[in-house]
């Protein structure tokens, strides 16, 4: 069964850390292309961060510096560090392997002001 789940998401002040991670089943996740979106209420999905089969990464440009994306190909996870966190931070947070064009269904992040 081809699976990806997302945790860690939760309530955090701002100007707090939260890890998200994302756990696929059912695929060959080294051989994936791996992102992070979100969509916060109200508005459309926008893309958060890649990380290729090499560990090349990208980032949305507002959240170079404060997010980082990094995978363990070995526990076929991707993770999202997420520091500094801001409130319009708060949205649904979705993994995506694009290689293979599968969601997962999304964790939620609140963060308090």
């Known amino acids: 069964q081809v699976q990806l789940v997302e945790s860690g998401g939760g309530s955090v002040q701002a100007g707090g850390s939260l890890r998200l991670s994302c756990t696929a089943s059912?695929?060959?996740?080294?051989?994936?292309?791996m992102n992070w979106y979100r969509q916060a209420p109200g508005k459309q999905r926008e893309f958060v961060a890649i990380?290729?089969?090499?560990?090349?990464?990208n980032y949305q440009t507002s959240l170079r510096g404060r997010f980082t994306i990094s995978r363990d190909n070995a526990k076929n996870t991707v993770y999202l560090e997420m520091k500094n966190v801001k409130p319009e931070d708060t949205a649904t947070y979705y993994c995506?392997?694009?290689?293979?064009?599968?969601w997962g269904r999304g964790t939620q992040v609140s963060v308090l002001s």
């Open positions: 995506y392997a694009s290689t293979t064009d599968v």
């Open positions: 990380i290729t089969t090499d560990g090349s990464t």
């Open positions: 059912g695929i060959t996740f080294a051989d994936n292309v």
